[in-house]
């Protein structure tokens, strides 16, 4: 509210958290929002639950969430026709080894170098270097062990890269029992 006690912004709170999720240059939380609209933080985030859901009737963009920040995004189904437009079609794809180090930070994050080495079985650095130009994967603390090596997470730009509106997007992780292990390894054999 002004001195006047009119409204800083004329428009619906909805249509407001929208306008400003639209212009800012990154994730924001729904504290910011709140503070820059003078509204309580419970409204503003059940303004983003209501504008969530509006998003998934077929519109252009969405919003992703990624811990307690969110940003709008263009929709996952919007994925093509954005990088043709934007002439980005002929980007870099990831390796089956950035993939794979990729899947492990996401699922077990915050996950060390040596935890990701140790359960892929090879040397990880090339390829968490890789990761890390990219933006898909950070720092994410340091681990209290001896050295305090450091914690890695995967980053807002990994979610967008596969489409997902927050890490409770990814599939579930699935350990498959004693017994079907060796009958998955007896059918890899076997091809």
Known sequence: MT???????????????????????????????????????????????????????????SLQWFGNKVQLTSAPAAALLVEKFLGLEATAKLSRAALETLAIIAYRQPITRPGVDAIRGVNSDGVMKSLLSKGMVQEAGRAEGPGRPILYGVTSEFLQHFGLNSLADLPPYDIPEEGDVSEVENSLLKD
């Open 3 to 61: 001195e006047h006690n009119t409204p800083i912004h004329p428009l619906s709170l909805r249509a407001s958290v929208e306008a400003l999720l639209f212009v800012a240059s990154g994730p924001v939380t729904p504290a910011q929002l709140a503070d820059a609209l003078g509204e309580k933080v419970e409204s503003v985030e059940e303004e983003l639950i209501g504008l969530s859901e509006d998003f998934t009737r077929g519109r252009g963009v």
